[in-house]
């Protein structure tokens, strides 16, 4: 199988895995435990904080382990509508991962307003609208994501935090497209809370964090043992954590190395290729401002469920739009938003590629794409409508 879908989830990393294997086995202990063994196993979770803390410039202090990046989110959110309090207005865009969306649906029925700022067609917030969201007199707080899951788009985050700071609000970041692809220094964004998950880059699934900028006030999700000094109770994910400290310092190595060349370089590629040897095709968004690991294509005249269904079939795995919009209907949000027609919108694959991506899988996965789109449009003519099931 050609794995092309890692802003769904990655493989565990083989190093990371060793480093998390003892955490599974002999170092089985409760970090709490008073022993020896168990003040160990505290100790190489405080490693993995502070590993984590340095990928995104921050204080290991404040660095918080969550369950995933959802729960990150969730928490980050709730604490901060508790903050506000009932009749502020939470100031996001309209392209959020579905755990923000939800999120300020659920704050919505509680009271909350919820202002949506747009984007333009290269899939970047309008900063204007946002400065007038921000500017709002009942403005409570902000939360942009970083980068796209979909499109990989990279958002203005410098400014729109300046924008929000500038008007007295918070300001929080799902960042979880982007930690471990793209350099990430909080010691020059003034950010208040930004949602971390392993998965995305390398550790298990399951594994997230919270950064809580030392000098804000956190109201957790979580009570109960006391765990994450009182930020997040529940006994501690061991063997994940230390992976993740482990995939932070990896993909630290990595960007400080080259900045995600060797990604950027099989993306590159497999785009050039696919342009120059397939009609019709067309990236969709910002090609400046992205995620190096992810190309967004739209295929003329295709139906992206049926390019899918192909591709599952010759041995590729890869996403229309987002994992959990795959066998929905309904065109992206986010390609939507961005003012992409149903059509586009649902010609579009999303292929991710990561660190374990090489080359020649790079090359077989541009001719399966080429032999499935062949198919496809002989089947569909130039209508690029049909029903799914006539391609299995
Ligand atoms: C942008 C974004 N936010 C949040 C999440 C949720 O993270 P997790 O799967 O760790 O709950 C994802 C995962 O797909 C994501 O891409």
Not at 196 to 220: E, M, Q, R
């Amino acid at each position: 199988m050609i794995y092309l879908d890692s802003n769904a989830t990655t493989q565990v990393h083989p190093d990371v895995l060793e480093a998390m294997l003892p955490y599974l086995t002999d170092q089985c202990y409760n970090p709490s435990s008073g022993y020896r063994a168990g003040k160990a196993v505290k100790k190489a979770i405080d490693k993995a904080r502070t590993q984590v803390a340095k990928l995104i410039g921050a204080e290991p202090e404040e660095i918080v382990f969550t369950g995933c990046g959802t729960e990150s989110n969730n928490a980050a959110l709730f604490s901060l509508a508790n903050a506000v309090g009932k009749g502020k207005r939470v100031i996001t865009s309209q392209i959020e991962h579905s755990s923000i969306l939800r999120v300020c649906e659920h704050l919505e029925k509680q009271g909350y307003a919820v202002e949506r700022v747009g984007v333009d067609e290269s899939g970047r917030l309008d900063l204007h609208a946002w400065k007038q969201a921000v500017e709002l007199d009942d403005a409570g707080f902000a939360t942009l994501m970083w980068a796209n899951n979909e499109t990989g788009v990279i958002q203005p985050v410098a400014e729109a935090v300046a924008l929000a700071k500038s008007a007295g609000i918070p300001f929080h970041s799902d960042a979880i497209q982007a930690v471990g692809k793209t350099p990430i220094d909080l010691q020059q964004e003034d950010i208040d809370f930004m949602s971390i998950s392993g998965h995305k880059f390398h550790a298990p699934k399951g594994v997230g964090a919270l950064y809580v900028n030392k000098n804000v006030s956190f109201d957790p999700l979580l009570f109960g043992g006391g765990q994450e000094a009182g930020r997040r109770s529940g006994t501690e994910n061991v063997a994940s954590i230390i992976a993740m400290g482990a995939a932070a310092e990896m993909m630290q190595l990595r960007l400080d190395a080259d900045g995600h060349a060797g990604v950027a370089a099989l993306r590159d590629h497999f785009e050039k290729r696919l342009m120059a040897e397939v009609d019709g095709v067309l990236v969709n968004g910002s090609k400046e401002f992205r995620t190096k690991n992810t190309a967004h294509l739209a295929f003329e005249n295709c139906e992206a469920a049926g390019l899918l269904i192909l591709l599952d079939e010759y041995g590729m795995a890869c996403s229309a739009g987002s994992a959990c919009m795959t066998g929905k209907q309904k065109p992206s949000h986010v390609q939507t938003a961005m003012g992409y027609s149903a059509k586009r919108a649902k010609s579009s694959l999303r292929i991710s590629f990561s660190i374990l991506s090489t080359m020649e899988e790079t090359n077989d996965a541009v001719e399966m794409v080429k032999k499935a789109v062949r198919k496809l449009r002989s089947v569909q003519g130039f209508s690029g409508v049909g029903p799914v099931t006539v391609y299995t």
